[in-house]
């Protein structure tokens, strides 16, 4: 009776599976390095260095001080503005007058009509110019020509714009947005108020 031998080393032979050989992962950096070497000396030969320069300026000539003043073109039709608490307006037209001058209440919904009503001749010319545009009598370039000559006009309303430290940021930009609805192209935003108007617009806030 022959004997069967028995396989050693749990389960050799011709049927176990061969584990495949792992490649290296090394990286040769040496190409990559020599690349960057380039680069750099390509970018150090093109590059031009930052050269300091100045500045001319150039200073106007002092006023000769035994020299009349010039006369200023007096403003006929301005309105000075102030912004305030709870979206309220107050207003006086012309100049300020110690003693005389009084403030006037309104409110974004009534300040349209009075601006169009204080701008009437302007604003009635720039509503015709439009109606020519839209009726293809003038073109683009030209109304907006004849739309800024109507508004520079010696008659043409001149605004003040003057928002408190209780005015809203939101106030500011719906006054500058009524200037353009108005056909206003003469206002100013100034962010001081003179002690006297202050005075006098402290008194008004009061009231509400």
Known sequence: MADVPEGGGGGGGRHQKKRAKK????????????????????????????????LQLTFPVPPDPNAPK????????????????????FYYKDAFKPGETQLTRTDFSKITPLLIDWNKNTFDRIQDLGRKLNSKEIDEAAYDSLKNQAQKEKEALFVI??????????????MVDEMDISGIGKYAVQDT??????????AEKQKF
Not at 34 to 52: G, V
Not at 161 to 174: L, Q, T, V
């Open 23 to 54: 490649g290296s992962t090394r990286i040769d950096m040496t190409p990559m390095v020599d690349l960057a070497f380039l680069l750099l000396t390509f970018f150090i030969l093109t590059t031009t260095m930052y050269k300091p320069s100045t």
């Open 70 to 89: 010039p006369t200023l073109d007096r403003v006929n039709n301005a309105v000075t503005i102030f912004l305030t608490k709870g979206d309220q307006i």
């Open 161 to 174: 714009i003057k928002p408190d430290k209780d005015a809203k940021y939101r106030n500011m930009i719906d």
């Open 193 to 202: 108020i003179k002690p006297v108007e202050q005075a006098l617009l402290d």
